[in-house]
Structures are given as C-alpha cells and as structure tokens.
C-alpha cells in the first residue's frame, strides 16, 4: 500500500493556475500508474487525467484537455497536476491514486487502489 497527500489545492480566479502536487510514502510510485480524479459536490467522482509508470504516456478527460498537464518526477517519489485557464466548473475536491492494474491509463476509480485525503481547488468567476 503507498500512502498518498495531495498539499497545494487553494482558491483561484477564473483563467488563473494552480500546481497540485501528490507526494508518495511507503513505497516508490515509480511502479505505479497514477491518475487524478475530482469530485463536485452532488456529483460522483470523475477522471481526469492519468500518466504511466515512465511518465511517457498520459491521458485526459475531454473537459481538461489542453489545459491540464499530468507529470511525474519518480525520483521524488511525486506526481504534479499542473491546471491553466481554470474556469468555474473545475471547482471541485481533487484526489491523486495509485494503480497497478494491467489496464494501461485506466479512467476508472475502481482501477485505482491507494488514494490521497483529496485536496480542495475552487475557481471563482
């Protein structure tokens, strides 16, 4: 099991940016697909971007695309979500996991085994 804590959510105008980090422990996510997820209030739990284990392959949701980039720095045991021309709707609770599944880039929640606290990013217009 790794341990995951997302610091770095916070409060952002429309069209701004804001860096989610989500730092690992209890063992190196280098084997790990990662993936993040966010959650609205009244509604379930959506994927929104995953990276493989090398980093060499992502993929996102059609609301992010072109604005979200997913990296990974395994060295430092971290993975980033990096949000651009944040909008209003992106206001959500955001959560980083780890998965080992053998589906490569899996987009649902249940492929994913460890997951962090979930960190707060609310967008205002």
């Known amino acids: 099991q790794v341990q995951l804590v997302e610091p770095g959510g916070g409060l952002v105008q429309a069209g701004g940016s804001l860096r989610l980090s989500c730092a690992a422990s209890?063992?190196?996510?280098?084997?790990?697909?990662m993936g993040w997820f966010r959650q609205a209030p009244g509604k379930e739990r959506e994927f929104v971007a995953t990276?493989?284990?090398?980093?060499?392959?992502?993929y996102y949701a059609d609301s992010v695309k072109g604005r979200f980039t997913i990296s990974r720095d395994n060295a430092k045991n971290t993975v980033y979500l990096q949000m651009n021309s944040l909008k209003p709707e992106d206001t959500a609770v955001y959560y980083c996991?780890?998965?080992?599944?053998?589906?490569?880039?899996?987009?649902?929640?249940?492929?994913?085994?460890?997951w962090g606290q979930g960190t707060q990013v609310t967008v205002s217009s």
């Open positions: 990276i493989n284990w090398s980093g060499g392959i992502t």
């Open positions: 996991a780890a998965s080992s599944s053998i589906v490569m880039l899996p987009t649902t929640p249940r492929s994913y085994a460890d």
């Open positions: 209890g063992r190196t996510l280098s084997t790990y697909t």
